[in-house]
């Protein structure tokens, strides 16, 4: 069965202190991987798409990485702007265009 | 990217009675999709909005609970019906273009209250 796991579930971090969150994935034949920011009260904002191992993509402070099994979120000198819960979701290579997300992790970044 | 709506935005109902939360996107999108998220956790898809069909329900979903229509490539509805404080939740609208690669776009979902 297909399954996306994040961790960590929540994390604080002081102004500038880098880290990264883990999505984990078991997907028979991935199609795409997608990381997503979500504000309280607010929809999922699109950050980025990873199709293939080894494949990275950057935005300002935030550095997505892929691998066969897993996915990283680098998050580098956050700012408290950063702060919000962060998505993983895979779609399958086969059938819908559904995707299966994980359960996120929130980021707190103190001032 | 898509510009979404979704209304409404939020809405407080009775225990047994039905609400219909809609979905406009400014542009034609290949798919669309409803999710419910309760309080502090990910989402689970409902079902997939399929145009001119019978949506595509996921495992737990009915449609005699969750009936959903999508006459076009804009437009979406999903209903909720019978509704019980179980069904409290937030519930999104997601649209995406395949031709693209295939990222969603999310409205800014209906925070629902069921008393």
């Known amino acids: 069965e297909d399954q996306v796991t994040q961790s960590p579930e929540a994390l604080r971090l002081q102004e500038g202190e880098s880290s990264s969150l883990n999505c984990s994935y078991t997907?028979?034949?991935?199609?795409?991987l997608f990381w997503y920011r979500q504000d309280p009260g607010k929809g999922p904002e699109f950050l980025f798409t990873?199709?293939?191992a080894g494949e990275e993509k950057e935005k300002e402070r935030l550095k997505a990485t892929l691998t066969k099994k897993e996915s990283f979120l680098h998050i580098t000198a956050p700012k408290p702007e950063d702060s919000a819960t962060y998505l993983c979701?895979?779609?399958?290579?086969?059938?819908?265009?559904?995707?299966?997300f994980g359960t996120g992790t929130r980021l707190k970044v103190l001032a | 990217s898509a510009v979404i709506s979704q209304k409404p935005s939020r809405d407080i109902c009775q225990r047994g009675t039905s609400l219909t939360i809609q979905c406009q996107v400014d542009?034609?999108?290949?798919?669309m999709f409803w999710y419910r998220q309760q309080p502090g956790q990910s989402l689970t898809l409902i079902a997939t909005?399929?145009?001119?069909?019978?949506?595509?329900?996921e495992s737990g979903f009915v449609i005699d609970k969750f009936p959903i229509s999508r006459p076009n490539l804009t437009f979406s509805t999903l209903t909720v019906s019978n509704m019980s404080p179980e069904d409290s939740s937030i519930y999104l609208c997601?649209?995406?273009?395949?031709?693209?690669?295939?990222?969603?776009?999310f409205g800014q979902g209906t925070r629902l209250t069921v008393v």
């Open positions: 542009s034609q999108v290949t798919m």
């Open positions: 979701a895979v779609q399958r290579v086969s059938g819908t265009y559904k995707y299966i």
């Open positions: 997601s649209v995406g273009r395949v031709e693209t690669g295939g990222e969603a776009f």
């Open positions: 909005a399929n145009q001119g069909s019978e949506a595509t329900y």
């Open positions: 997907v028979s034949g991935l199609r795409g």
């Open positions: 990873l199709y293939s």
